[in-house]
């Protein structure tokens, strides 16, 4: 009872919140990064010199980054930094799985306002620690700084595959059935609720979000996965895509860059791309039609690939894998054919950050 008592009164304390100065820059990077462990024989040196030695042996190294920056990518009023720092992981390892590599080490690279304290950063580290530990990846170094307003973060991930493995953007052939892992569209739903409880918020914070009847969506923007079961699963059935993109930016956006790097056109079916029955509910509420929402919303990291007519039987009965058109000569152009089979150029919006 008393012990009880004790854990009511420290909950309601105020949180630490301990200044980053007070441990110095060194001080910091090593409090951030004691708890990574190393999941690779080949990450050789890791955090704690001037840089860090991978051994690759006779596999090719696959590299992508990203930069994320407060107020443009996320929004701290409802991005938790545990989900943050998870996120900013995941999206790079994604880049890495739409090569049809597999990402082994990653660095992380910060710079922070003074509003940053030492505990707000664990939070980000243990989401970043998370991820690492999921998908198994170590990290190897990074760089710390300051910023003068707000929360930079830049994640390059670093993998691996067998030459002949690899899978580009530009491999599509006419012929070759275009397919999707997943769902699409509930990430962009979830950045509208949490937008709608972020106005509601401003204008009465005495109001509390209400989340709760969106889960699937929201989960979709703030702990977003990325599709490594699809590498595995192509590694055991033995088949390599003949293209592959991750849908960061909308289906359009990522329909458009196969086919241009294919130098391909292709022909897409609304009536199969796939839904999240929440997304279909939401799009009624909010009054946008789930197709538009598919094809512009972007973030929800699923993977858009390509496959050969010989395979495609292999794949067809795939749970989770919807297959939702086919690539044509480039004369055709992108099309999107309706239910009522009407037929519309496919244009990409995108995110536009610029
Ligand atoms: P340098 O002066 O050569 O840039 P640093 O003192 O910045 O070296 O970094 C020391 C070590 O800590 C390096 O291995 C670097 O990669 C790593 N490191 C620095 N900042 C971070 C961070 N935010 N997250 C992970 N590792 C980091
Ligand atoms: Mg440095």
């Not at 956006?253 to 022909?267: A, D, F, M, Y």
Request: aromatic share 6%; net charge negative.
């Amino acid at each position: 009872m008393s012990e009880e008592k004790n854990t009511n009164n420290n909950s309601t304390e105020a949180p630490k919140q301990t200044p980053v100065s007070s441990l110095g820059e060194f001080g910091l990077i090593s409090h951030l990064t004691k708890n990574f462990k190393e999941h690779h024989a080949a990450t050789i040196v890791g955090i704690g010199d001037d840089a860090a030695v991978i051994n690759n042996k006779d596999k090719q190294t696959v590299v992508s980054t990203d930069l994320l920056i407060e107020g443009i990518h996320f929004d701290l009023m409802y991005t938790p930094l545990k989900h943050l720092g998870y996120k900013s992981v995941v999206v790079n390892l994604s880049d890495i799985y739409a090569m049809n590599a597999i990402p082994k080490q990653i660095t992380v690279s910060i710079a922070l306002s003074s509003r940053f304290t030492v505990e707000a950063l664990d939070e980000l580290y243990e989401g970043i620690r998370t991820a690492c530990n999921f998908y198994e990846v170590d990290l190897v170094g990074g760089d710390t700084s300051s910023s003068n307003k707000g929360l930079f973060i830049n994640v390059t991930a670093i993998g691996q595959a067998d030459a002949e493995d690899i899978v580009l953007r530009s491999g599509a052939k006419e012929g070759d059935y275009i397919c999707i892992s997943g769902d699409l569209g509930g990430a962009y739903l979830g950045l509208q609720i949490l937008e709608r409880e972020k106005k509601l918020f401003l204008e009465h914070p005495d109001l509390q979000p209400v989340l709760g009847d969106h889960k699937y969506v929201v989960g979709r923007q703030l702990k977003p996965e990325a599709r490594n079961d699809m590498i595995e699963l192509f590694d055991k059935m033995r088949i390599k895509p003949t293209s592959m993109i991750d849908i960061s930016d909308g289906l359009a956006s990522e329909l458009l860059h196969i086919c241009q790097r294919s130098k391909v056109g292709c022909r897409i079916f609304e009536p199969n791309i796939p839904f999240n029955e929440e997304v279909f509910s939401l799009c009624k509420q909010f009054n946008l039609s789930p197709i538009t929402v598919a094809l512009s919303g972007g973030e929800d990291y699923e993977l858009l690939f390509t496959i050969s007519p010989d395979d495609i039987n292999r794949l067809e009965d795939t749970h989770g894998i919807a297959i939702i058109g086919r690539i044509t000569n480039a004369s055709e152009g992108a099309k999107l054919f309706t239910k009522s089979g009407q037929s519309h150029e496919i244009i990409a919006q995108g995110w536009q950050h610029l």
